[in-house]
């Protein structure tokens, strides 16, 4: 099995550009999620899904979108990439909202 | 939302047994709390999880007193290969909307 896995591991990125970090998971858990780690900190919740076409924001969800239109696959798209967002990116998921969350290797995300 | 606070750093000898704290309120109604353990360059990796009273795995045990407003992640005879960051997670209901909140994290360091 392979889990969650995250792509890329690595990105730089200039003010104002725009990417997608990709997550999938082939456990076919329900919930997925997004957290993000600055240097030094925990993880902050960004946003998260429930299920398929199912999403919420977390504690930080501004300067980034999502969507669900598969179990497997939760993207997380930041239009406008800002120096505050510089950053690891981790991917998680869980059978339910009870379950323990699988994490993937996470991305290292810098915006010069 | 509920809100934790865990001890930033703690130092312990090989062999030694090693009691984290997390304290947390507004708990939600019969969620679980759960701790995880990070390497740095890797995602969360969980140890354990319990509702209340005591859990015991195969490489820890949790304590959850009756009121639900702290837990206490117990790491029996630690080793070189525990010094990581300790994180306790809970979750926070406001309005059936879920938040998962990230302990601030404790960097154990096991010494020789």
């Known amino acids: 099995n392979a889990g969650v896995t995250q792509t890329p591991k690595f990105r730089i990125l200039k003010i104002g550009q725009s990417m997608t970090l990709q997550c999938t998971q082939d456990?076919?858990?329900?919930?997925m999620y997004w957290y993000r780690q600055d240097p030094g900190m925990g993880l902050k919740l960004i946003y998260y899904?429930?299920?398929?076409?199912?999403?919420d924001k977390g504690e930080v969800p501004n300067g980034y979108n999502v969507s669900r239109s598969t179990t497997e696959d939760f993207p997380l798209r930041l239009e406008l990439a800002a120096p505050s967002q510089t950053s690891v990116y981790f991917c998680?998921?869980?059978?339910?909202?009870?379950?323990?969350?699988?994490f993937g290797d996470g991305t290292r995300l810098s915006i010069l | 939302l509920a809100k934790t606070t865990q001890p930033i750093s703690m130092d312990s000898y090989e062999g030694q047994e090693v009691n984290i704290t997390c304290s947390h309120n507004?708990?939600?109604?019969?969620?679980?709390i759960t701790w995880y353990q990070q390497f740095p360059s890797q995602g969360p990796r969980f140890i354990i999880q319990?509702?209340?009273t005591k859990v015991t795995n195969e490489v820890a045990s949790l304590f959850i007193p009756a009121d639900r407003k702290s837990s206490t992640l117990s790491l029996p005879r630690v080793s070189l290969s525990d010094t990581a960051v300790y994180y306790c997670?809970?979750?926070?209901?406001?309005?059936?909307?879920?938040?998962?909140?990230f302990g601030t994290g404790t960097r154990l360091k096991v010494l020789a």
């Open positions: 456990m076919n858990h329900n919930y």
């Open positions: 507004n708990i939600a109604t019969n969620d679980y």
């Open positions: 319990g509702y209340k």
């Open positions: 997670l809970v979750p926070s209901s406001t309005s059936g909307t879920y938040k998962y909140i």
């Open positions: 899904s429930v299920g398929a076409g199912i999403t």
């Open positions: 998680a998921s869980s059978t339910n909202s009870n379950q323990p969350q699988h």
